[in-house]
């Protein structure tokens, strides 16, 4: 019963009862996980959400890397301190790129631009990594760094499935 600007609050709160109810206990990267709001705007935030939704398609394609790319574009645009958008706007342009939908140099180096970002803002963000290593893999086959990248960003999100099924 909390307003829903309190999102992530609430979230926070409905996954740490499971936990205890569970008797789990966490490791630091998740139990700190718990408490972080990526954004403190919604709109930002619900854009994101459904660049994650286009992002991880069963089926993807150009048209929904496209759609993929409008989401997190409108969540910086929305919120220009947000790491995780600029991290999956990075990785879409590097799978474009990668899965040759649009091999242009100019998706590459927007892909570039977007981790840079990322990095810039937090250069210690486990996202922000993987996005880079997303990077080296699809823009240059580059496996000792992609796997350099997927070490940093796995202990950082050590449940991540994307990162594991490297």
Do not use: C
């Amino acid at each position: 019963q909390r307003p829903l600007t309190d999102i992530f609050t609430v979230q926070a709160d409905i996954a740490t009862q499971i936990v205890e109810a569970m008797n789990l206990t966490l490791r630091a990267p998740e139990a700190a996980a718990l408490n972080e709001v990526p954004t403190e705007n919604l709109d930002a935030y619900q854009a994101y959400l459904r660049g994650v939704n286009y992002f991880y398609s069963t089926d993807f394609t150009l048209e929904r890397g496209q759609l993929a790319v409008q989401m997190f574009e409108r969540a910086v645009r929305l919120d220009s301190t947000f790491v995780p958008a600029y991290a999956y706007l990075g990785m879409t342009h590097a799978q474009l790129y990668g899965l040759v939908l649009d091999a242009s140099e100019s998706r590459l180096t927007r892909a570039k631009l977007a981790i840079d970002r990322a990095l810039a803002l937090q250069p210690n963000s486990p996202r922000a990594h993987q996005a880079l290593s997303t990077y080296y893999y699809w823009g240059f086959r580059d496996y000792e760094r992609t796997l350099r990248e997927l070490d940093y960003a796995e202990a950082g999100i050590p449940n991540d499935a994307w990162i594991i099924n490297r």
